[in-house]
């Protein structure tokens, strides 16, 4: 089946240290997107990359890192440097390329706590 | 002010009522214009997508885009328990890749 594939669906980290969300899609889709979700808050865009091994921070960027070595794969890197992690991890991809709608597809999410 | 306003509810129907969901936005360069479905603990999924102004209908669900007054809806007729869930407006610019903004989403409840 084609989709994307997000892991783990939970994770738990001390505070202090570095974590990497996996994001595997099998779409053939040339753009990628992390977003989190926070209760009152929806969909904040944290980095998006439109093709392999370019990327964008998108509107709340600080305290994230990402790579794009390959279409397929988009993980992002939570660091100690983001002050409040805890939160509803997605990431989507987008097809479609110069006449992309907006359609989306996104993972099941991933939910970090930091304890 | 948000680009994108949406009431974040919480929503409570019976079942069987028509339900409508509304968001306004204040970029009028938005044409493309979509709602997400999103299940709790789960990741959103695209349910309607309409471009520019009009009606698009689907089954039991209805979007309507009113550009003039910058106001989005989606309408559920026949609402079921199965239709509980997080209901998020979104839009964007053309133009290849612009940026999707979304709604914080209105959560709904289908009574049985």
């Known amino acids: 089946d084609g989709g994307i594939t997000q892991s783990p669906k939970y994770l738990f980290r001390k505070e202090g240290q570095n974590v990497t969300l996996s994001c595997e899609q099998n779409?053939?889709?040339?753009?990628m997107y992390w977003y989190r979700q926070d209760p009152g808050q929806g969909l904040r865009l944290i980095y998006y990359?439109?093709?392999?091994?370019?990327?964008q921070k998108g509107d709340i960027a600080e305290g994230y890192s990402v790579s794009r070595e390959k279409k397929e794969s988009f993980p992002l890197t939570v660091t100690s440097a983001q002050k409040n992690p805890t939160a509803f991890y997605l990431c989507?991809?987008?097809?479609?390329?110069?006449?992309?709608?907006?359609?989306?597809?996104f993972g099941e999410g991933s939910r970090l706590t930091v304890l | 002010q948000k680009e994108v306003e949406q009431d974040p509810g919480p929503l409570s129907v019976p079942e069987g009522a028509i339900v409508s969901l509304n968001c306004t936005y204040s970029?009028?360069?938005?044409?493309?214009f979509m709602w997400y479905r999103q299940y709790s603990r789960k990741g959103p999924e695209l349910l309607m997508y309409?471009?520019?102004?009009g009606n698009k209908e689907d089954g039991r669900f209805t979007a309507q885009v009113d550009k003039s007054s910058k106001y989005i809806s989606l309408f559920i007729r026949d609402s079921q328990p199965s239709d509980s869930a997080t209901y998020l407006c979104?839009?964007?610019?053309?133009?290849?890749?612009?940026?999707?903004?979304f709604g914080i989403g209105t959560k709904l409840q289908v009574i049985p």
């Open positions: 989507a991809s987008q097809g479609g390329g110069g006449e992309a709608t907006g359609e989306l597809f």
């Open positions: 779409l053939n889709h040339d753009a």
């Open positions: 990359s439109q093709i392999v091994n370019d990327f």
């Open positions: 970029n009028s360069a938005f044409q493309y």
């Open positions: 309409t471009y520019s102004s």
């Open positions: 979104a839009m964007k610019r053309p133009g290849g890749y612009q940026k999707v903004t």
